[in-house]
């Protein structure tokens, strides 16, 4: 018989807040976190775009200066987070080899990398920090918490793009259901605001341009969208099985019931145009829950803001839920938080979860003239769910055609 499994702890730091309550206090209010980016290096670098969805608070407040210098930014919004969640879940007395990680990243640690390379060039290769392979390395932030934590029953790394953070959650849930471990604390973190990948991402038409109003520069569905803004930060959850929550009395915010994982093996930048593989996760999510499509009462969409993602994801959702699709509320909280790349499924996860948690679907902000070709119900303020039993998903879809869909209940 599957087990059930619950989320007791969560933990964030991102371009809306430093903790996880927080970050979803100014998205119910509506809030942007998205800001000029106030380094000389814009400038002389002479970037297209010159503003991003930065960290409310600095990475340098949350953690002690002989700690974050030997942790690359993405690292260290991943501690911030995994910290948190776990204080939030109040474990303390864990059997090391039952607690495993299961975390992610979508690009790692791209500021390590690249200052190195600065050094090497410009100060020779003695200069170079010793540290510099263990900074950069994608499973840094996994092994950073595993060891602050104390966990000992694995620490895995997820990379699969933009859908990374929903993969270890997807991956979390599956290890819970294989009895490999107790708990889990899965999410993932990025840190990429660096010129190189902003010049990259603006070179490919990925990025909006509206340096001139940040603040309303992500607009998800709307008729007036030209990209997504570039966003950082951290996002955690705990997910332990109900047995090992009630036996300690701990407070549980909702259950994760799911998760589903697909390729498009279509285009390694561009989503397949018809949505069929996202559509096949999002089916395997709802069905392996043991929900019917008509269950679903609230999805937070990838919804980048990106003209040709945001059409793929709604064509998508129309071949899952057909006509039914009208009555389901859809959120598409990167308006508020920027796209944290590979981060961004563990922070639309905690939204997700508190939305359960608390009855309330968040709003999607900056939605003036919403496209006519994308027939959605959109949150635009914040909207009751309802009582009974609420059953939710979150998408998350990344470059290299990767799938990844996470369940939700409220418990």
Avoid at 1 to 16: C, H, S
Wanted: glycine letters at 10%; a negative charge.
């Amino acid at each position: 018989m599957p087990k059930k499994i619950v989320v007791t702890g969560l933990g964030a730091t991102t371009p809306l807040g430093g903790t996880a309550r927080d970050s979803w206090n100014a998205l119910l209010a509506g809030e942007s976190g998205a800001s000029t980016i106030e380094e000389e290096w814009v400038s002389a670098l002479e970037l297209p775009v010159t503003f991003a969805a930065q960290a409310k608070v600095p990475a340098s407040e949350q953690l002690e200066r002989i700690e974050a210098k030997r942790l690359d930014p993405g690292s260290q919004f991943a501690l911030i987070a995994a910290r948190e969640a776990w204080s939030d879940a109040g474990l303390e007395d864990v059997v090391p080899e039952r607690f495993g990680i299961d975390w992610a990243t979508g690009i790692g640690g791209v500021w390590t990398l690249l200052d190195a390379w600065d050094t090497l060039r410009e100060r020779g290769p003695r200069r170079v920090l010793p540290m510099t392979v263990p900074m950069l390395m994608p499973n840094a932030p996994a092994a950073a918490i595993e060891m602050a934590l104390g966990a000992r029953g694995g620490a895995r790394t997820v990379v699969s793009a933009c859908a990374s953070s929903t993969e270890s959650i997807a991956n979390a849930y599956e290890h819970l259901q294989a009895g490999l471990v107790d708990v889990v604390v899965a999410g993932g973190s990025e840190a990429a605001i660096h010129p190189l990948p902003l010049a990259s991402f603006a070179s490919m038409q990925a990025l909006s341009k509206r340096n001139d109003d940040p603040q309303h520069a992500s607009r998800p569905y709307d008729a007036t969208r030209d990209g997504f803004v570039l966003g950082e930060g951290g996002a955690a959850i705990v997910l332990e099985t109900e047995e090992h929550a009630l036996a300690r009395g701990a407070r549980i915010y909702a259950a994760v019931v799911g998760g589903a994982v697909t390729s498009d093996a279509y285009h390694i930048t561009a989503p397949d145009p018809e949505g069929s593989a996202a559509a096949r996760a999002m089916i395997a999510a709802i069905e392996g829950a043991g929900y019917s499509r008509a269950d679903v009462a609230h999805i937070n969409a990838h919804a980048t803001s990106t003209p040709v993602g945001d059409i793929a994801e709604y064509n998508a959702l129309k071949h899952v839920f057909g006509d039914g699709l009208a009555g389901i509320p859809v959120t598409a909280t990167k308006a508020s938080t920027g796209h944290l790349l590979g981060g961004a499924g563990g922070i639309e996860a905690i939204f997700t979860i508190l939305a359960l948690n608390e009855r309330v679907a968040p709003p999607t902000i900056n939605l003036t003239e919403q496209d006519p070709a994308i027939d959605l119900d959109i949150v635009t303020s914040p909207r009751p769910l309802g009582d009974g039993d609420l059953f939710a998903i979150s998408n998350s879809f990344g470059f290299g055609g990767h799938n990844a869909v996470a369940a939700f209940k409220t418990y």
